[in-house]
């Protein structure tokens, strides 16, 4: 089972619908979650973090649910300019700060 | 309060040059970080430095590819006798190394491209 896992996608939603990705990962001690945006060619940006259930900011929502090893991004009335590439990120507790990287999913939001 | 920056933005190499990428973190971040991105690829990790020391290249190749942090001055990533498929987006983050939340938080360079002819 690979460290972090996601749905490649691409997630073709019209705009104004409501997407959710999933991101499993394997590391029952991982703490930090986070997640980025990735704009074709651009670097990775923060979406936001997630250290506890989970957190909201506007039209995204990060839940956490550690029984089951996942995090869920949801994005709310979806705006074209929120086509990009989704990147899911954890963080294991104390050691190695090396943050996990899922591979992304792609979300493409039509008119 | 300026980002991580990265330069040259895009360099290209004749197959057997040597590329020299540089890296200077957010101010106040200690812990910087090399990723290696190659087209429709995800971020694979290369190496973590802190100021002056490597903690962890278990990600960086064992022949010709080497990274410092030196006390002064930007992070330099160096790959020697370029070949084709050194050919990728190398991209550098960087983070206060903090205890606590947000401690972590990795913050991203623009990028380098680097392509080898």
């Known amino acids: 089972r690979k460290e972090v896992e996601q749905d490649p996608g691409p997630f073709n939603v019209p705009e104004g619908a409501t997407v959710a990705f999933n991101c499993t990962y394997s590391?029952?001690?991982?703490?930090?979650f986070f997640w980025y945006r990735q704009d074709c060619r651009k670097e990775p940006k923060l979406l936001m973090s997630?250290?506890?259930s989970g957190n909201e900011d506007g039209r995204f929502t990060a839940q956490l649910n550690r029984a089951s090893q996942y995090i869920s991004l949801l994005i709310r009335d979806s705006k074209l300019s929120d086509s990009a590439t989704y990147l899911c990120?954890?963080?294991?507790?104390?050691?190695?700060?090396?943050?996990?990287f899922g591979r992304g999913t792609s979300l493409i939001v039509h008119p | 309060n300026a980002g991580v920056m990265q330069n040259p933005r895009h360099l290209v190499r004749r197959r057997g040059q040597e590329a020299r990428l540089r890296c200077s973190p957010m101010?106040?971040?200690?812990?910087v970080y090399w990723y290696r991105q190659l087209p429709e690829e995800g971020l694979k990790f290369m190496v973590y430095?802190?100021?002056?020391?490597?903690?962890?290249e278990s990600g960086m190749p064992k022949e010709r590819f080497s990274a410092e942090f030196p006390k002064e001055g930007p992070s330099i990533l160096r790959i020697q006798q370029v070949v084709r498929g050194d050919s990728a987006a190398y991209f550098c983050?960087?983070?206060?190394?903090?205890?606590?939340?947000?401690?972590?938080?990795?913050?991203f360079g623009a990028g380098t491209r680097l392509s080898v002819l």
């Open positions: 983050a960087s983070s206060p190394g903090l205890a606590g939340e947000g401690g972590d938080i990795q913050y």
């Open positions: 590391n029952s001690a991982s703490q930090s």
């Open positions: 997630v250290y506890s």
């Open positions: 990120v954890v963080k294991s507790a104390g050691g190695s700060y090396i943050p996990t």
């Open positions: 101010k106040g971040h200690s812990h």
């Open positions: 430095l802190q100021k002056e020391n490597i903690i962890d």
